[in-house]
């Protein structure tokens, strides 16, 4: 196992495995520093052919991440300054990221945090988790959540959350289809794990395949992007229907046994 530390981000990695930990006493707000670092460990997993699953969590119970640092606003941080090559918090602008993302939540999820956890594809979350976008009491808009959330969930659930910023907790997040699991506090870390593992035993080209159509079917009609699968007009799909990969999987079903995946 690999430990790495830049400032406020710690990164560990197991087989095929990062885990990206937020650490930034007292709540893990994100200022600008944060999320260009965030970006960049973010950019090197999405590049790095030995790494199939990304972790994102944060150190404590108290606090997952409140979102933007005030604090660091008033300092001069410009609120349309230079996040970085993944955008806020690291991941949200992100091009071309095609590697499964679990976050972990724990605590205190709101505004930015929540739109940083949004921009991962699976969330667990403890059963002390909150979660809120309170922009509206502010007088600015959630501007990622009120892009993703009503496509997330029911449009009337979505436009209560953005419209009243109240707050709401883990099982009722759960009830609406946000979360994959609720756990105690103690639990959360090792079940993120457990599913970690489990996707990086799958096949990293069909996972590619899946997030790249996914992206690009929020824009385009279904029959357009069926027809951009079968014609393999996506770069994903035409490099896992011309893999070995493909190939192994098909050997493997009919031999009755686990396939072993390479990646090309």
Known sequence: MELRSEGPIKTRTENGIL????????????????????????????????LRVAILRAEGEKFFCPGWDLKAAAGGD??????????????????????????????????????????????????????????????????????????????????????????????????????REVTTPGDLLSKTWELARLLESGPPLVYAAIKEVVRAAEDMRFQDTLNRITKRQFATVDRLYGSDDLHEGQRAFAEKRDPVWRGR
């Open 78 to 179: 410009p609120v349309d300054g230079d996040y970085g090559v993944g955008g806020f918090g690291g991941i949200q602008e992100l091009p071309g990221l095609n590697k499964p993302v679990i976050c972990a939540v724990n605590g205190i999820c709101c505004g930015g945090g929540l739109e940083v956890a949004l921009s991962c594809d699976i969330i667990l979350a403890s059963d002390n988790a909150t979660f809120a976008l309170p922009e509206i009491r502010s007088g600015t808009v959630a501007d990622a959540a009120t892009i993703k959330l009503p496509k997330r969930i029911p449009y009337h659930v979505a436009m209560d959350l953005l419209l009243t910023g109240r707050w709401f907790d883990a099982e009722e997040a759960l009830r609406w289809g946000l979360l």
């Open 19 to 50: 885990e990206v930990t937020l650490d930034r006493p007292k709540a893990n707000a994100i200022d600008l520093a944060t999320s260009r670092i965030m970006g960049l460990v973010f950019r090197d997993f999405r590049d790095d052919d030995s």
